[in-house]
């Protein structure tokens, strides 16, 4: 039987761009797949027809999700109070976007700039950042979006890496609507123990992404996948998931380039993305929900 699960796929497993055009394309075949949401890259909401992208989500039957950024001289964690603005402001722009193109969240890395990081944050960076991204949070909830930070690995962020530090940050914001994204992906280069860093995280974990160690097919890597969706249903998590895979054949090079993907460990993106679903459904079909759910379904057929 096939399980009940909220999946998001990223746009760019398939796409190299969230053009209409693009998505035109994309959408109809991941509905078909069995997605139930789209992640968007970082759009500029001045450039996007919001009305045009919102007019295809409704017709594939599929939600996206839209993404928050910082950039820079627009930092809510910069000692700076302009920047800290500027930063405030692009959060608030990528909520007003999302709200425009009928998203119920915002992912993305709200609480600094993402790319190499020129050395530890301090306790009063980390502190600015969560009070700002809390207050968009709590703003985002009364307009009907869920706010995520990602956790990130060392080589693009230093202040949150692992799932305890999201908790902190979390405390730190003071708000009780601003939530977790995990990365599997990352996770393989910061935590010694994936499943209890999910568990530790559990209480604000909103959105659980899957992603291989080299950023291809599920089913090829050091994680396994499967098992994390199997473990992670058993310790609770009743969440959204989502798939990520990135290729240089598949990305603008500007993208390919900012994301370090130096190679295309696969040509086929909507092959990666089946897939993606066959692993995650084996996930679903070892845990306990998955084999209690199986055997009831054995036991109405045989009545």
């Known amino acids: 039987m096939t399980p009940d699960l909220d999946v998001a796929c990223h746009v760019n497993v398939l796409a190299p761009d969230a053009s209409p055009e693009s998505l035109a394309a994309t959408l109809p075949v991941l509905a078909r797949l069995g997605y139930r949401r789209v992640v968007l890259p970082p759009l500029d909401p001045a450039s996007i027809d919001a009305a045009r992208v919102r007019g295809l989500f409704a017709e594939s039957g599929l939600t996206p999700i839209v993404i928050a950024v910082q950039g820079p001289g627009a930092d809510v964690s910069s000692d700076d109070p302009s920047a800290r603005s500027a930063g405030a402001a692009l959060l608030r722009d990528a909520l007003a976007l999302a709200v425009a193109l009928g998203a119920d969240q915002l992912n993305g890395v709200p609480y600094g700039l993402f790319g190499a990081p020129g050395g530890p944050t301090s306790r009063d960076a980390f502190e600015r950042s969560a009070v700002a991204v809390g207050r968009v949070a709590d703003e985002a909830h009364e307009r009907g979006v869920t706010m995520t930070f990602e956790v990130l690995n060392r080589y693009e962020t230093s202040m949150i890496n692992t799932a305890r530090q999201a908790m902190a940050y979390v405390a730190a914001s003071g708000s009780p609507h601003l939530r977790i994204h995990l990365d599997t992906f990352h996770m393989a280069v910061e935590e010694a123990d994936a499943a209890a860093a999910i568990r530790m995280a559990l209480p604000a974990l909103h959105y659980l992404e899957l992603g291989q160690s080299g950023r291809g097919d599920l089913a090829s890597g050091a994680v396994d996948i499967g098992d994390v969706v199997r473990q992670a249903l058993d310790d609770g998590y009743a969440g959204r998931w989502g798939v990520e895979a990135f290729s240089r054949s598949v990305l603008p090079t500007p993208a390919a380039d900012g994301l370090a993907?130096?190679?295309?460990?696969?040509?086929?993106?909507?092959?990666?993305?089946?897939?993606?679903?066959?692993?995650?459904?084996?996930?679903?079909?070892?845990?306990?929900?998955?084999?209690?759910?199986?055997?009831?379904?054995?036991?109405?057929?045989?009545?």
């Open 261 to 303: 993907i130096w190679r295309a460990p696969y040509d086929d993106g909507a092959a990666v993305a089946e897939n993606a679903l066959r692993v995650i459904r084996a996930g679903w079909a070892a845990s306990v929900v998955g084999r209690r759910a199986s055997r009831l379904a054995r036991a109405e057929q045989a009545s």
